[in-house]
């Protein structure tokens, strides 16, 4: 019935209040370098980039 063509990993938002949370921008580097040799699985910086934390629900 449906076809999947690909996966993302968005990281979250700096702003979303966990505490211990690493900075996106290592969430995202360290993301990256273990996707590298993924060819179906991509990181996606959008949702860290935004001014504030925001729900799931809007990331999709």
């Known amino acids: ?7 993302i990993i968005s990281p979250v938002n700096d702003k979303y209040g966990k505490q211990g949370l ?4 290592h969430r995202i580097a360290m ?3 273990a996707l590298e040799t ?11 980039e935004q001014k504030q934390w925001c729900e799931t629900i809007a990331v999709l």
């Not at 690493?22 to 921008?25: R, T």
């Not at 993924?38 to 860290?48: F, G, H, K, L, T």
Request: proline share 4%.
């Open 22 to 25: 690493a900075a996106a921008e």
């Open 31 to 33: 993301a990256r370098l």
């Open 38 to 48: 993924s060819e179906w699985v991509r990181v996606d910086p959008w949702e860290s």
């Open 1 to 7: 019935k449906y076809r999947v063509i690909g996966g």
